[in-house]
């Protein structure tokens, strides 16, 4: 299926030299870290302060009415202002790299699904070909070709990037790619990785601080899955909504307060919609499997997924059990043929589908695509009916 979009491909090398060549030259001050943020002094009206290093034993503050947080995902803002909300390594890697124009670039952007645990986009840039090749890899596995687990080194530079990972991509590339794409991959010199990693959804955007304010927005607030195309999309809408809000704060006199959290209760919800879709759309791509294969004891009912054909057994026996218990309460109870022997009769069909396909545990972002994939595979009617025949007997 064909799609027209307006706009022309980029990179974000090429959009970060645009936008910071637009900037004044005395707005971007670099080489000091922000260590902290406070109430300021009295003399200072109580306004928010930041403290930052500059270098290894000067310090420095600065004061402001507002204080933004746009420090992508591994913030410090978050760490300073939403201190519960941790990165969560979801078990894949979105391998990255732009390739040079020595083959005839596709025309348009490309996505390939060679198999579970693999999926690989390139689109046309200027220079070259961008792509993107997810792969699963165990937190262990990222370690071993990154120099750091997956929650310290959030994005690998083109200098973390090991002859490890180097040679585990390209093989990757020539067994699940056509020759030109595997090929492609093979030229690409500069490489980066992101380790692909979810967030409890944010209940807040916007922190009270003495007289003053500190918002966080973006990937600071919270870092969605790539798949989902609303990275730097919730950045930007997030950032003209606040443009607003302040614009009504400062020409029509607003309730700075007010002001911050009605573009607050605009932007939250699509950011938890966000989250949720990104677990939702992995799951259709069978993207993150390492994860559960390299999950502790006591944090899954199982120290391994069973093998095909342990899984497989296991299945057979697990159905029989089931359906005997089904038998029982459907004899106990004296059931019709719709209400309670629906809902077991997808009890166990389901049971079988979560326990072949290693799903272990809850997820309520993906429960219903979960079930309807249990429909599809077990039934010649939808889920929608199944559920209506439950309710109609209830």
Known sequence: MRRVYPGRFTTWTLLHAALTSRLPADIVHCGARVTGLVTG???????PELTFADGDTTTSTATADLIVFADGRSSTGRRLLDTGRRLRYT?????RG???????????????????????????VPGGADWTFYLDATASEYTAMFGAAPDRRTFALAHHVSPAARRHVNTQATWLLPPEQAATVHITAARAAVPVSDIDPPTRMVW???CGHAVLLGDALAPVRP??????????????????????????????PGALNG???????????TLCLGAVIAVRLSLGQAAERA?????????RRPATAERAEAAMNISDVLNAVVDDLLHVTQAGEEGLRDALNLVVNAAVVYLERGWLD?????????????AGSSYDVDLDTILGRIDAGS
């Open 362 to 374: 809850a997820n309520s972002c993906v429960a219903r695509d979960r079930l309807e994939q249990v």
């Open 227 to 256: 798949h989902t195309a609303r990275g730097a999309n919730n950045g930007f809408e997030q950032a003209a909504g606040l443009v607003t809000a302040l614009t009504q704060h400062r020409r029509h006199h607003a309730d700075l």
């Open 91 to 95: 078990g894949y890697v979105a391998h």
């Open 295 to 303: 999950a502790p004891r006591a944090n899954r009912r199982r120290s």
């Open 208 to 210: 009270p601080l003495g």
């Open 41 to 47: 002094p009295a003399e200072h009206l109580g306004r």
């Open 98 to 124: 732009t390739a040079p124009a020595v083959f005839d670039a596709p025309d348009d952007f490309l996505r390939f699904e060679p198999g579970p645990g693999a999926q690989f986009n390139i689109a046309p």
């Open 263 to 273: 573009w607050q209760r605009r932007h939250l919800p699509a950011v938890t919609n």
